[in-house]
C-alpha cells in the first residue's frame, strides 16, 4: 500500500500532465508561455520603495534584469493572435549571484482558486475539444461547474490584440508581502504600467500581421530607443484576499511606485532559465495563495521534461 501511495503523481506532476493532455507535448519547450524572447535591461528603484521593503533590488542601486515576454499558450507554434493574455517575466541578478523573479500577465486574475481546480477545469476544457461547442458554450459549460472562473475568463474576452509587447499593463494576480527594516509586512500585488501609450490592433491591421509580430516589433522598437515600464505596488488592505489569485482587489486602492524598468537590447535565452515567481529574495514573502505556492513543483517539473526534450 506504501509503494502503490508512493508510485502516485504528485498535485504538480497531475497539473502539468493535464496542460499537455489539453494542448499536447511539446519537446524542448514550456508547459505554459511557450512562445516567448528575451531582453536585457535594468531596474532603477524609487527611494520611497524602500520604507516598504528591505529587498535589495528595491533600494539605493540599479540592478540588472532579464525580461522574457510570451504568449500564455502552451502551444510554441501557435500565433500571436490567437494567444490572447501575454506575460512579462523579469528576472532581477542580484548581488553574489542570487536572483529573484517577478511574473506577470495582462489579466489581473486566475481561473482556478486552488491547484486542484486548476486541473479538474483543465480536464474539462480537454473534454470539450472533442464535443462541437461554440467559445461561448465552453465559457459557459467551465463557468457553470467553476464559477471561480468567471472573473477571468471575462477579462480573456475583453482582450484584443496588442499593437505590442511594450503597450500593455501587466498584473502578478498573486499576493506578496513586503516586509520593511522595523518588520512591518504589508500586503501586495504588483503592476507594470507601459511608458508608452496603450494600443491595440483594429481587425484589418490584425489580419496583416505575421504569426510571430509581437517580437519583430518589439525588437525593431528598442533598436531605436529603449522601452519602459514603472513597476507599482498595490497596497492591501484588511479585507483584501491574499489566498486567492481568481478575485481583484478593489480599483481604489492606494498604488506607490516602487522603481523603473529599462529594456535595452534583445538576447538569446539563457540556458536553464526558470522564472519561477516563488524565487523571493528577503524582504519580499510569498502569501498563502495556493496556486502560487504550487507553482515551484510545477515549474521544476516542466523544467525537467523541457531540459529532456520531453
Not at 496588442?162 to 520593511?180: D, G, Q, R
Amino acid at each position: 500500500m506504501g509503494n502503490q501511495a508512493m508510485n502516485q503523481p504528485t498535485l504538480a506532476q497531475r497539473a502539468v500532465d493535464s496542460i499537455e493532455d489539453f494542448a499536447g507535448r511539446h519537446p524542448g519547450h514550456r508547459r505554459a508561455h511557450a512562445k516567448g524572447a528575451c531582453y536585457r535591461g535594468e531596474f532603477t528603484p524609487n527611494p520611497e520603495a524602500a520604507r516598504y521593503t528591505t529587498a535589495v533590488h528595491f533600494q539605493e542601486e540599479r540592478t540588472p534584469v532579464i525580461v522574457r515576454f510570451s504568449n500564455s499558450s502552451p502551444d510554441p507554434s501557435q500565433s500571436d493572435l490567437l494567444s490572447p493574455a501575454k506575460g512579462i517575466a523579469v528576472q532581477f541578478q542580484l548581488p553574489d549571484g542570487e536572483v529573484t523573479n517577478l511574473v506577470a500577465v495582462s489579466i489581473p486574475v486566475f481561473f482556478a482558486r486552488t491547484p486542484e481546480s486548476f486541473v479538474d477545469i483543465l480536464k474539462m476544457v480537454t473534454a470539450f475539444e472533442h464535443k462541437e461547442l461554440s467559445f461561448k458554450e465552453k465559457v459557459a459549460g467551465v463557468i457553470e461547474h467553476f464559477g471561480e472562473s468567471r472573473h477571468a475568463l471575462l477579462e480573456v474576452a475583453k482582450l484584443k490584440p496588442p499593437t505590442s509587447y511594450a503597450e500593455l499593463p501587466y498584473y502578478s494576480i498573486h499576493a506578496f508581502f513586503m516586509v520593511n527594516a522595523e518588520g512591518v509586512r504589508r500586503p501586495i500585488k504588483y503592476e507594470w504600467e507601459p511608458d508608452a501609450d496603450i494600443h491595440h490592433l483594429s481587425a484589418a491591421e490584425a489580419k496583416e500581421q505575421s504569426p510571430d509580430y509581437l517580437e519583430t516589433e518589439f525588437s525593431q522598437r528598442i533598436r531605436i530607443a529603449p522601452a519602459g515600464f514603472t513597476l507599482k505596488a498595490v497596497l492591501g488592505e484588511e479585507d483584501d484576499p491574499t489566498d486567492d489569485s481568481t478575485q481583484k482587489w478593489p480599483d481604489k486602492r492606494e498604488r506607490i511606485i516602487l522603481g523603473h524598468l529599462t529594456i535595452t537590447e534583445a538576447t538569446s535565452e539563457p540556458e536553464n532559465l526558470v522564472m519561477d515567481p516563488t524565487v523571493v529574495t528577503s524582504g519580499i514573502e510569498l502569501s498563502n495563495d495556493p496556486i502560487l505556492n504550487f507553482r515551484h513543483e510545477a515549474y521544476a517539473i516542466s523544467h525537467h521534461r523541457r531540459s529532456l526534450h520531453e
